[in-house]
T-cell receptor, first 112, second 115 residues
């Protein structure tokens, strides 16, 4: 079955710096890659996603890149702010399965 | 945001108790899921239901028993749990299997403590 590896497990940056979180997946049939943000005590919420027919997607300060050949995808957050502090999860799925397999999570801390 | 609602939000139960977690989605979705989230661990998929039918059981112990009476409701029946089962149990829903870009929406979760 699908396996998703996420790195780093913790990341600390200064406010205004960029943060990058990387994930690799094992199943070449996976074609949908969402990223979720989970603030302390709250539910995971979708922040951005990418499908396998594109290589990059941006939404304001957030961007995701996908390399299908290498089977890895990354989340980029620019101009980080303290409110970006949370745990971020990457995930992968296939159309037919529908289920999402999550990475281990990255605890991002943005220091003011 | 009330797309996926879970009750109770907090539950403390003894190892010999029987309790149930309830989930309801108001998004018109056809797939529902139970995930377990333990401290310092990733989100672990437990069960998947598509159109009320269970399509995945991720080797979950039988002390966890799911029930999906319709596409909008999902239960997780708990009995003779162990302390290591203490975790946040997240319900989620999505459009359904076979849909491109299967965005999953989570409920707020039920914090379970087994004593």
């Amino acid at each position: 079955g699908e396996n998703v590896e996420q790195h780093p497990s913790t990341l600390s940056v200064q406010e205004g710096d960029s943060a990058v979180i990387k994930c690799t997946y094992s199943d070449s049939a996976s074609n949908y890659f969402p990223w979720y943000k989970q603030e302390l005590g709250k539910r995971p919420q979708l922040i951005i996603d990418i499908r396998s027919n594109v290589g990059e997607k941006k939404d304001q300060r957030i961007a995701v890149t996908l390399n299908k050949t290498a089977k890895h995808f990354s989340l980029h957050i620019t101009e980080t702010q303290p409110e970006d502090s949370a745990v971020y999860f990457c995930a992968a799925s296939k159309n037919q399965g529908g289920k999402l397999i999550f990475g281990q999570g990255t605890e991002l801390s943005v220091k003011p | 945001e009330t797309g996926v609602t879970q009750t109770p939000r907090h539950l403390v139960m003894g190892m010999t108790n029987k309790k149930s977690l309830k989930c309801e989605q108001h998004l018109g979705h056809n797939a529902m899921y139970w995930y377990k989230q333990s401290a310092k661990k990733p989100l672990e998929l437990m069960f998947v239901y598509n159109f009320k039918e269970q399509t995945e059981n991720n080797s979950v112990p039988s002390r966890f028993s799911p029930e999906c009476p319709n596409s909008s409701h999902l239960f997780l029946h708990l009995h003779t749990l162990q302390p290591e089962d203490s975790a946040l149990y997240l319900c989620a829903s999505s459009q359904g299997s076979g849909t491109t870009g299967n965005t999953i929406y989570f409920g707020e979760g039920s914090w379970l403590t087994v004593v």
